[in-house]
């Protein structure tokens, strides 16, 4: 049975910074396509960073949170990674991370999903 738990967020000040993990089992996260996606209240969800299967370390990021998120994958946990730094107000979000058997270019191309966590950017 696939399974993806996210895990890691919270409330955090303007600046700060957290880590958001995201736990696979029934597959391996190297073999897949992983994206961490977010959605604010009332707004669409959207694509904040992906790595491509066989595509190593090469990740792709939302041009606002480049330079500030990184995703990384450890393969021995199968657990997938997103560290967040220099969080601002419009970071608040639900975090989702999703999982593809092939390339993923949209929300619809991702076949499992987590139940989200919810991160909150506020003074």
């Known amino acids: 049975q696939v399974q993806l738990v996210e895990s890691g967020g919270g409330l955090v000040q303007p600046g700060g910074s957290l880590r958001l993990s995201c736990a696979a089992s029934?597959?391996?996260?190297?073999?897949?396509?992983i994206g961490w996606f977010r959605q604010a209240s009332g707004k669409e969800r959207e694509r904040v960073s992906c790595?491509?299967?066989?595509?190593?370390?090469?990740?792709n990021y939302l041009n606002s949170v480049k330079g500030r998120f990184t995703i990384s994958r450890d393969n021995a946990n199968n657990t997938v990674y997103l560290q967040m730094n220099s969080l601002k107000p419009e970071d608040t979000a639900v975090y989702y991370c999703?999982?593809?058997?092939?390339?993923?270019?949209?929300?619809?191309?991702?076949?499992?999903w987590g139940q989200g966590t919810q991160v909150t950017v506020s003074s």
């Open positions: 029934g597959f391996t996260v190297e073999n897949y396509a």
């Open positions: 790595f491509n299967s066989g595509d190593g370390d090469n990740a």
């Open positions: 999703a999982a593809s058997q092939s390339v993923a270019r949209r929300a619809g191309d991702y076949d499992y």
